[in-house]
């Protein structure tokens, strides 16, 4: 089947603005993930959903971030009022449940200007 | 927090050699897992190890999960061009549900 997919794979922003990153998961997965990779960098835990329930929401960087995960399916993520050092690529994966393997999405490269 | 050191940071080797790098934390996992990222795509799994001592092969790689459970190692043998890319290490750990990411290793395999 279809692998994890996100949308947009890029996006461009003024500073001020807010952004929605959307993640679909592989068919079946109960547990999401996101991460923030900044240039020449290793992953950033963001935060991760099991079901529609968020149990560790500590990897998130400010209040201006936030996730919602809707029927165990797809994930927003909503960064309000953007910074330049929000410009990173954020990265989604999925997994069959907690502890199980990940499977990434291929990403949203994020420029905030 | 947990945290894992990778290394080297980068390698730059001839097409043909065998490549090693390495992953080691103050904390034990109980999973490792090897994942490579092409630019401009998400990191894909090459190997996950599951217990102790583990050894797995995939092809030309070879990964071992540590004895300790603190580390893990990942060897390409005959590199290729199209093994170029970022490979991070990755450890689980069940006491806190996360999935911990080392800095990466950027190859680079000149022909």
């Known amino acids: 089947g279809a692998g994890v997919s996100q949308s947009p794979s890029n996006k461009v922003t003024e500073k001020g603005k807010d952004v929605e990153l959307r993640c679909d998961p592989i068919?079946?997965?109960?547990?999401l993930y996101w991460y923030r990779q900044s240039l020449g960098q290793g992953l950033e835990f963001l935060i991760y959903f099991q079901g529609n329930s968020a149990p560790d929401k500590s990897g998130l960087p400010s209040d201006r971030f936030s996730a919602e995960r809707t029927g165990g399916s797809v994930s927003t993520l909503t960064i309000q009022r953007t910074q330049q050092e929000d410009s990173a690529v954020y990265l989604c994966?999925?997994?069959?449940?907690?502890?199980?393997?990940?499977?990434f999405g291929p990403g949203t490269r994020l420029l905030v200007l | 927090g947990q945290q894992l050191n990778q290394s080297p940071q980068s390698m730059f080797i001839q097409e043909g050699e065998d490549v090693s790098m390495n992953c080691t934390s103050s904390?034990?996992?109980?999973?490792w897992l090897w994942y490579k990222q092409d630019p401009g795509e998400g990191p894909v799994l090459l190997i996950a190890?599951?217990?102790?001592?583990e050894l797995t092969s995939n092809g030309r790689l070879t990964a071992q999960f540590g004895i300790t459970r603190k580390d893990s190692f990942l060897n390409i043998s005959a590199s290729i061009p199209s093994d170029v890319g970022i490979y991070f290490c990755a450890g689980y750990s069940s006491n806190t549900g996360k999935l911990i990411f080392g800095q990466g290793t950027t190859l680079q395999v000149k022909p």
């Open positions: 994966a999925s997994s069959l449940a907690q502890g199980e393997t990940q499977y």
């Open positions: 068919s079946g997965h109960t547990a």
């Open positions: 190890l599951y217990k102790a001592g």
């Open positions: 904390s034990i996992f109980n999973t």
